[in-house]
């Protein structure tokens, strides 16, 4: 079973691809692999689209969702015709503009009618709405996949646009955001023109300021059991104010903001140790190549975690990976969502299909 993964993260890098073949026992997935990947930069008309798109009117939403999905199916069209491949469907987690579980909504922009009418692929989306429905959080959705295609590690941590994290606890796969990561720290890079900490030497060569890390530790959000999630209003309230308050250098900002994403991660990795073995952690996302923050997380670790070093590929396209294999077990009718990580009332088998099944 193949299928093509769209992906769209917080830190607006761009529109990740992932066709993946999912190899099939007695209609289960035991197996995968990624055939052919890669990364649409953004546009600077879609950058600032998707930017400014929380301040749109209602009417002016529903455009830009439509508009987003048919550059989503033509960016996934142009892919399968570079790459010749036939993908029996295509599974887009669209573009996150609005995350607000506790009030019963969040939205993923970028029209799945339009995929499929741009590609002809059965393309499958939403698919955090029916966990949010049955009162979840509707994140993080990734731990299914970390149980059935990773089970051998003991941690799978992502750093993208958030750090998150996965693990099996008594038998039971639990999952929560940490803490804001990537897209705190490139609000504060594009404030200097640029796009990113390339490797961290930018926060290498900061200083932490004491001050902003205290307000940022004292956050409620760290004290609150999980399942939980995090999203785009909540950094915007709660994160951006402390740093516009303050009159340290970005360069410092930025080392700080390092600085305490590697404290979250490794407290919450401290709180899940054995005292049996050394643990096994699986990193993923774009912050696996900010070489400045991995150190800082091992140097708080210890020796207690095993780093495993994963491809570059893995690395950049495991979120597209597994939302394709959400979209394959959709479409084998088989649970994508697990309500003891998000905290919903039952299982769910979310997403809405445009296209033949």
Not at 16 to 43: H, S
Not at 198 to 227: H, M, T, V, W
Request: glycine share 8%; net charge negative; hydrophobic share 40%.
């Amino acid at each position: 079973m193949k299928g093509l993964g769209l992906m769209s993260g917080t830190s607006l890098d761009g529109l990740d691809i992932a066709f993946c073949d999912f190899k099939l026992e007695n209609n289960t997935i035991v197996g995968f692999e990624i055939l052919e990947a890669e990364t649409i930069p953004y546009p600077p008309y879609w950058t600032n689209k998707i930017i400014h798109s929380p301040s749109l009117s209602g009417l002016e939403l529903m455009h830009f969702n439509a508009e987003l999905g048919k550059y989503y199916g033509k960016s996934a069209f142009d892919f399968i015709q570079k790459y010749q491949i036939k993908p029996d469907f295509i599974a887009s987690h669209g573009h996150t503009i609005f995350h607000q579980p506790n009030a019963g909504f969040t939205f993923q922009a970028g029209c799945g009618a339009n995929i499929y009418a741009q590609t002809g692929i059965t393309t499958v989306c939403d698919f955090r709405s029916v966990d949010v429905a049955f009162g979840g959080q509707g994140a993080p959705l990734v731990p299914i996949g970390d149980a059935l295609l990773f089970k051998e590690y003991d941690f799978c941590l992502n750093i993208g646009g958030f750090a998150n994290i996965s693990l099996e606890q008594d038998g039971i796969r639990i999952a929560w955001d940490i803490c804001a990561a990537n897209i705190v720290l490139n609000y504060l890079c594009n404030k200097i023109d640029k796009p990113y900490d390339a490797f961290g030497e930018i926060a290498r060569n900061g200083e932490s300021c004491s001050e902003i890390s205290k307000q940022l530790d004292n956050l409620a959000f760290y004290i609150q059991k999980p399942p939980k999630s995090l999203g785009r209003e909540w950094v915007e309230e709660n994160i951006i104010p402390i740093f516009e308050n303050s009159n340290q250098t970005i360069e410092n900002k930025i080392a700080t903001f390092t600085e305490h994403i590697a404290q979250q991660i490794s407290y919450t990795l401290h709180q899940y140790f054995s005292i049996f073995k050394t643990q096994k952690l699986l990193v993923t996302g774009g912050g696996a190549f900010n070489t400045f923050l991995i150190e800082r997380i091992q140097k708080h670790c210890k020796n207690n975690v095993e780093f495993v070093q994963a491809s570059d590929k893995l690395i950049m396209f495991k979120e597209a990976l597994i939302f394709a294999f959400l979209g394959a077990l959709k479409l084998t009718n088989q649970t994508n969502s697990i309500a003891t990580v998000t905290g919903a009332s039952k299982n769910s088998i979310g997403g809405a299909v445009y296209g033949e099944i």
